[in-house]
């Protein structure tokens, strides 16, 4: 735990303060403060007292007047304030454990932090959580937390988490059910093992948990899994079995809640070769970063940017490169914006993982050297747009540390990086800069 001030933000309440770098902060209107939730939550009131402690160890009062919920400008060695911690479990199908050797360190760390659920949107098992934790958030009421469900039958919750006292992971659930605490779910669906009768049983149990939301998604499986569970991918089949029981249990929740609470990641209704539902089923996207509703909202967005767009004078030609799974998908779009504009010249190339094995087929694990070597096949017109989320965050480097740059120079095309929604894609293709 780190709570010693090593910067303060300019013009900020504890600026104009005179609270110094160097001393660390030890309560706010006699809290303790142990982390960021703690500094962001007794942080939040109009008046706070603070306790500080000077570098030559005494330790003084400073009184603080701000407006409500502003920040008091204080910044510490880390974001939490605390080391982050690293997930307890083993779960079957964890991706960290299937990735191959060599690649960049942070790669292989498994984050099971419930302050960066609440902060940054992560879902979390739960099983790290302490006593005192799961109080906390229970006391600040602390909302949403994101929970990596997977099942609620207690021998299968701990034989798929590898992780024998996970079972308490299901007491907080139900705890902060009863507590009113805000709950987004996920079920990494593993065929053979928490599909069928035992994912019935999940959704059941959820209904009763108080859950806000949860999606179903399928299990990523790469090539290298090695003396590690056997699981198989989910085929169209089980695809279809699993979007019929979303929707058995959500249409008892619509009766019961007003929501469907269940929602299928897209790549369910693509494997089952089913049509993706209308936008009414995803209520207001609600979870969209587990790839629910991704390609309905594209969709919708690009269509909506397209009544607006010009084509260029001399437009130039593009290909798109994805992976499998939304191949198709983009392809309509594509041809959807060529019949409005005929000179539209653009094309969709679907890529294989060859790096992970071809089982895994989203455009956001695809790496710089299967660009590279497949788009090298094809004559790829004066550009190449590829979607944001195949990026490190904030960077132009791709998963196995290929750079934006270098594949430029091996496909001796220019790339482009397009935005996550549909208007982006629609300004892409028209050339619109932004």
Known sequence: MSTVITSIDWHSPAERSHIQIGEKLLTINGHEIIDVLDYRFYGYDPIAELTLQQPDGNVREVR???????DLGLNFDTYLMDEMRSCANHCIFCFVDQMPPGMRQTLYFKDDDARLSFLLGNYITLTNLTEREAQRIIDLHISPINVSVHTTDPQLHCTMLGNKNATRSLDYMRAFGKAGIEMNGQIVICPGWNDGDQLRRTLSDLMD?????CSLVPVGLTKYRKGLAKLHPVDGKTAGEIIDIAEEYGKKCLEKFGTRLFFCADELFLRAGRPLPNEDYYEGYRQLENGVGMLRSLEQDFLAALKFEELPENPKSFTIATGRAAEGFLRELVEKAQERFPGLKGQV???DNDFFGHTIDVSGLLTGQDLSRQLREH??????????HMLRHGETVFLDDYTVEQLQEEIHCSVQIVGIDGGDLADALFEVEV
């Open 209 to 213: 948990y108080g859950f806000h939301s």
């Open 349 to 351: 190339i679907g890529i």
């Open 379 to 388: 004559e790829l017109g004066d550009r190449v747009l590829l979607p944001l």
């Open 64 to 70: 603080i007047r701000k407006e409500e919920g502003q």
